[in-house]
């Protein structure tokens, strides 16, 4: 049997738990953005996403955009489920702004992919 050094352990875990965050991030985008979910719905789905981050083992986050998705999750679902006075209306409401949250979020991903200048295209 293989046995794994602390390092990588660290390592498989922090791999873990970041994709479970953007596959929440993924699935709230798809629920938002589909016409036909209801505050039921979505109320439904986040509960289950919420718990399956929440069995994972909480890492160290380095990466500016994981500590932020992080913490959207976090504002979302305390605005969104634990709130006694959300309701179907306000869903309808708020779907085009964390909907536009979500973008800005991917865009920072996204944003840090290609910062080597050697993969920059100078234009003159």
Do not use: G, W
Not at 32 to 49: G, M, V
Not at 51 to 72: A, C, N, P, S
């Amino acid at each position: 049997m293989r046995q794994y050094t602390p390092k990588q352990i660290e390592k498989y875990k922090r791999q873990k738990y970041i994709s479970a965050l953007n596959k929440c991030t993924k699935n709230l985008y798809k629920l938002l953005k589909n016409e036909d979910t209801t505050y039921e719905i979505f109320r439904k789905k986040f509960i289950q996403l919420k718990d399956e981050l929440d069995k994972i083992d909480e890492v160290r986050l380095d990466t500016e955009h994981i500590k932020k998705v992080k913490e959207y999750i976090e504002k979302l679902f305390l605005k969104t489920i634990l709130s006694k006075e959300f309701s179907n209306n306000d869903f309808l409401d708020i779907k085009n702004s964390e909907l536009n949250m979500l973008n800005r979020l991917q865009k920072m991903k996204n944003r840090s992919k290609y910062s080597k200048t050697k993969h920059k295209e100078i234009f003159y």
